[in-house]
């Protein structure tokens, strides 16, 4: 079982920058893929970033290519997400998740953290 908890979420004003982390316990080799989702109010969930566990591989929404940077720390198994050039239509709830495939699809993901607050005005 793969527990996954954010922090580094808040408000920011346009065109600032936050560092997201998410600490991945219980982990083993079966979670190849991790990824980075976000729900704005209102709306379902949105694929972000997806890396592979072995930080080789990495794919970009186009939303955010460019301004967020996703990274993978494989010892102390902490992905971060690096967050640049803000702007408004990034606020959401942003949440990690985990699984075995490589995917960009929510379903694929079977593990998934409480998620992290991030405004931006």
């Known amino acids: 079982q793969v527990q996954l908890v954010e922090s580094g979420g808040g408000s920011v004003q346009t065109g600032g920058s936050l560092r997201l982390s998410c600490a991945a316990s219980?982990?083993?080799?079966?979670?190849?893929?991790l990824a980075w989702f976000r729900q704005a109010p209102g709306k379902g969930p949105e694929w972000v970033l997806s890396?592979?566990?072995?930080?080789?591989?990495?794919t970009y929404a186009d939303s955010v290519r460019g301004r967020f940077t996703i990274s993978y720390d494989n010892n102390k198994h902490i992905l971060y997400l690096v967050m640049n050039d803000l702007k408004e239509e990034d606020t959401g709830r942003y949440y990690c998740a985990a699984g075995s495939v490589w995917s960009l699809s929510q379903s694929a993901f079977p593990y998934w953290g409480q998620g992290t607050q991030v405004t931006v005005s």
């Open positions: 890396i592979s566990s072995d930080g080789t591989k990495t």
């Open positions: 219980g982990y083993h080799h079966s979670a190849y893929c």
